[in-house]
């Protein structure tokens, strides 16, 4: 476990988040376009597209766009600086808006030591292969599911042991970022839905990695993934409600000790559910 992962950060008042995140974010009128937060690496956008748009896009991606013309685009944690929306309008015209992805200063631990090549034995691999290809299944479906349009929820309230992209160096070669947010608890304790969502994934046993894996559908390609629980409260196609609960905190599949991983992607794009719930609620 990384040191620094144990250490509570105060996220208002860390140099670390940009300071249009410490403000209410804003409601910004384009051109016909009005889009509602910041353009950040890891973040997310509501937006609502111009009156008689037939179909938008964002850079290749075609977004969906509800009847009332709302919408959600999201960024990845690398997402390079510029990104464009472009909606097409029944009477033909085109209406493009150009964005600048702001950049995040990750956390990074730099390790005087080469990085291990990953070692997979053959018993391994056969084991991995049909759950990266359940995970993907599960990330293909599409749901009616709303849950993309609330305020999401933490799922669990606690200590949080790791930050979304944090990474080590090892003699300047990068490992793999952290891809979601770990909140540290006891087995057993609950976790609830952030948002309202479908269940598109419920392992019916410990994957390697992840362990007992629940991931919910949110909607419009936004999704959540919870890992090494140690139960499962609900099944595939189940709809369900901010904060009903969903399962327990575990140390099934490739853990340290018992915590929550949230992790969340909008469509291919990995984002930061702290982006999305907000800083963590003081205990009281």
């Known amino acids: 476990m990384i040191r620094w992962f144990a250490v509570v950060l105060a996220l208002t008042a860390s140099p670390l988040v940009p300071a249009m995140l410490r403000a209410a974010p804003a409601s910004v009128a384009g051109p016909d376009f009005i889009l509602s937060g910041p353009a950040i690496q890891g973040g997310t956008l509501l ?4 009156a008689g748009t037939v179909a938008l896009h964002f850079g290749d991606q075609l977004v969906p766009v509800d009847a009332d ?29 150009t964005l600048t992805v702001a950049p995040r ?10 990085l291990r090549p990953t ?21 293909d479906k599409a749901t009616d599911a709303q849950g993309w349009r609330q305020r999401f929820i933490w799922p669990r309230m606690g200590r949080i042991s790791g930050l979304f992209g944090s990474q080590r160096i090892y003699q300047g070669q990068p490992g793999a970022y952290h891809g979601g ?6 087995t057993g304790e609950p976790v ?12 019916d046993h410990p994957f390697t990695l992840e362990g007992n894996l629940l991931m919910i559908d949110h909607g419009h390609g936004l999704n959540s993934a919870f890992l090494h629980l140690s139960r499962i ?10 904060g009903q609960r969903i399962g327990a ?8 000790g018992p915590h929550l991983h949230w992790g969340m992607k909008w469509n291919e794009a990995r984002i930061d559910p702290l982006l999305l719930a907000g800083p963590m609620p003081q205990a009281r």
């Open 233 to 242: 409260d609900v099944k595939p196609g189940d709809h369900v409600a901010q």
């Open 119 to 139: 070692k997979s034995s053959e018993a391994f691999l056969t084991l991995r292969k049909p759950e990266l290809e359940q995970i993907a299944a599960a990330r």
């Open 47 to 50: 937006g609502t597209a111009p």
């Open 181 to 186: 947010v770990d909140v540290a608890g006891a």
């Open 69 to 97: 013309g709302r919408f959600l685009i999201a960024f990845d944690r690398d997402a390079p600086p510029p990104a464009k929306l472009s909606a097409r309008l029944s009477d033909g015209r085109v209406i493009d808006r």
């Open 192 to 203: 609830v839905a952030p948002a309202d969502g479908v269940v598109i994934l419920a392992a």
């Open 249 to 256: 905190i575990g140390a099934t599949g490739r853990a340290t």
């Open 105 to 114: 200063e990750w956390r990074l631990e730099r390790i005087d030591a080469p």
